[in-house]
């Protein structure tokens, strides 16, 4: 089994529009999607349904979908962050993708995920390939104040973040590690950042 890092470009004010004002245009798919998710006929997966629904439609300007909306798009981890239930992560993850384009990800085996989890990111930090930015911000970030409990996590650089990335770093780095698994994911995460960068739009990642 592999798990991995996808990069989407995304307009994170058309999110917030969606929060604040909600989009009966794209919610019966989102709703259809947690059927597929919950399939069955069983008491549990009727209620799994039930919930996602509500969960939906709280989003989609809704209670919630409000509270996030006054909320900053891409923040800092704080004690002010709420950590959210996997099914409420998993419809999250269902609205960025129906927002965003997907680029391209960098993917690992599921026994190598806590190597994937720190070094190249640490190498990319060290080497400073980024500039002055955070690139564990692309593991984890509170996405409208909000982080998962587990799978789908997320972060993201706004597009000001990408801008001020310089692209002769990511251009011109050569990773060298001196571990061969590192430095094909390093060159994986510094093409893809690349990518996001030209797009001039801002971008999430899921991991999962």
């Known amino acids: 089994m592999s798990y991995g890092?996808?990069?989407?470009?995304?307009?994170?004010?058309?999110?917030?529009?969606?929060?604040?004002?909600?989009?009966?245009?794209?919610?019966?798919?989102?709703?259809?999607?947690?059927?597929?998710?919950?399939?069955?006929?069983?008491?549990?997966?009727?209620?799994?349904?039930?919930?996602?629904?509500?969960?939906?439609?709280?989003?989609?300007?809704?209670?919630?979908?409000?509270?996030?909306?006054?909320?900053?798009?891409?923040?800092?981890?704080?004690?002010?962050?709420?950590?959210v239930s996997q099914m409420k992560s998993l419809a999250i993850a269902v609205i960025i993708r129906k927002y965003s384009d997907s680029i391209a990800g960098v993917f690992h085996s599921s026994g190598s995920g806590e190597i994937f989890r720190t070094e190249p990111f640490e190498y990319i930090k060290e080497a400073r390939f980024l500039g002055g930015v955070d690139p564990f911000l692309l593991l984890e970030r509170p996405f409208f104040n909000y982080l998962p409990h587990s799978f789908p996590s997320w972060g993201g650089l706004t597009r000001a973040?990408?801008?001020?990335?310089?692209?002769?770093?990511?251009?011109?780095?050569?990773?060298?590690?001196?571990?061969?698994?590192?430095?094909?994911?390093?060159?994986?995460?510094?093409?893809?950042?690349?990518?996001?960068?030209?797009?001039?739009l801002d971008l999430i990642t899921l991991y999962e």
Do not use: C, H, M
Not at 27 to 55: C, H, L, S, T
Not at 165 to 193: F, K, M, N, Q, Y
């Open 161 to 200: 973040e990408l801008d001020s990335i310089p692209l002769d770093e990511l251009t011109s780095a050569r990773p060298d590690s001196g571990d061969t698994d590192v430095d094909i994911w390093v060159g994986g995460l510094l093409d893809l950042i690349e990518e996001s960068k030209l797009r001039e």
């Open 5 to 83: 890092l996808e990069f989407l470009s995304v307009k994170l004010d058309s999110v917030k529009d969606f929060f604040a004002s909600g989009n009966p245009a794209i919610v019966p798919a989102i709703i259809a999607e947690g059927k597929r998710i919950y399939d069955g006929e069983d008491e549990e997966a009727q209620e799994n349904r039930f919930v996602w629904e509500e969960i939906v439609n709280s989003l989609s300007g809704g209670n919630l979908g409000k509270y996030l909306a006054g909320q900053k798009p891409l923040g800092t981890v704080n004690d002010e962050n709420f950590r």
